[in-house]
């Protein structure tokens, strides 16, 4: 297991090219699965209620979707983790909260987002015991911030900010959550080589 996991159940189907093809890719965290709504990544639930938190990905980049991802959740909320689901449908290694993290693959078929540009990879159904907290998303410890599009490229993704996407893409439990790291794109003016060349004459 030297690079990623998932791409040690991607290699038995395609060859493999190792490039960040994707700058844009964000990883964030909602409280349901309707994307086309706000994303809800604060909720208060009463103690000894469960909570679902989903993981989600947009800001695909060539690639247009996902074969898979590696991540790993920092809890400091009050409660216990009672189940974690890939919902790519291939198989899954580690668990999201002990070291290393968790690693999701979708088998052969490739996994693509939504009409609203997001998909929504796995969920982690929580008991909340009623102490506030947080769910910071942090690097697997081996593979990195890393998922794997459908042209087989690893991309490294970020956590989704206020500044890139209107919300954090961290989950908080009865406070608010910690913002992300992503950076809004930057534009780019349309330009030719010719251009380009002539600034430097």
């Known amino acids: 297991m030297k690079r990623l996991m998932i791409v040690v159940m991607v290699l038995a189907f395609a060859a493999t090219a190792f490039a960040d093809d994707n700058p844009n890719l964000a990883i964030f965290l909602d409280a349901d699965m309707d994307t086309g709504n706000d994303v809800v990544n604060e909720v208060c639930p009463a103690p000894n209620a469960t909570v679902d938190v989903y993981v989600c990905f947009d800001q695909f980049g060539v690639g247009g979707g996902m074969l898979g991802a590696a991540f790993k959740f920092d809890r400091t909320f009050g409660g216990f983790k009672l189940a974690q689901t890939n919902l790519l449908g ?6 999201v909260e002990v070291a290393p993290g968790w690693a999701i693959t979708a088998g052969a078929n490739c996994q693509f987002p939504d009409a609203n540009g997001v998909l929504v990879a796995a969920v982690v159904t929580y008991l909340y015991l009623g102490t506030p ?24 993704w970020c956590v989704a900010s206020i500044d890139s996407h209107g919300h954090a893409g961290n989950f908080g439990l009865c406070m608010p959550p910690l913002d992300g790291d992503c950076v809004p794109p930057v534009p780019v003016e349309d330009a030719t080589w010719g251009s380009i060349k002539s600034l430097y004459r």
Do not use: R, S, Y
Not at 90 to 95: A, S
Not at 133 to 148: E, K, M, R
């Open 133 to 156: 907290g947080t769910i910071t998303i942090l690097a697997h410890d081996v593979d990195g911030p890393v998922g794997a599009d459908c042209q087989n490229l690893l991309d490294e």
């Open 90 to 95: 291939g198989l899954d290694f580690g668990d």
